[in-house]
């Protein structure tokens, strides 16, 4: 679970794909709607796509000829869960 965790957090730390995530959340669109709202290339969205996607953060499916990406809610439930509990965690002596 902590690998996990780490994974998802990783693909959280860059501000391009918090940025692509704040968009994605909204609902499914493709990389074509994407690109006319961010400061980036078409490579660079695509490699932020594809990272978020690898993270398991975003699902991508086929549409035709496009591809739609949509955010998957129980990863954030996930995080959202793990830093409640680790909030949520009594101090101890164990060490």
């Not at 391009?16 to 709202?37: A, S, Y």
């Not at 499916?61 to 809610?73: I, L, P, S, T």
Request: proline residues 2%.
């Amino acid at each position: 679970m902590f690998e996990e965790n780490a994974l998802l957090f990783k693909a959280l730390s860059d501000e391009n794909r918090l940025k692509i995530l704040e968009l994605l959340i909204q609902g499914e669109t493709c990389g074509c709607t994407l690109i006319d709202k961010l400061p980036i290339s078409q490579p660079t969205l695509s490699y932020h796509l594809r990272l978020l996607t690898d993270a398991g953060l975003t699902v991508a499916k086929k549409e035709g000829n496009w591809k739609k990406h949509f955010v998957d809610k129980t990863k954030i439930d996930q995080l959202i869960q793990f830093l409640t509990d680790l909030k949520n965690t009594e101090a101890s002596c164990a060490w």
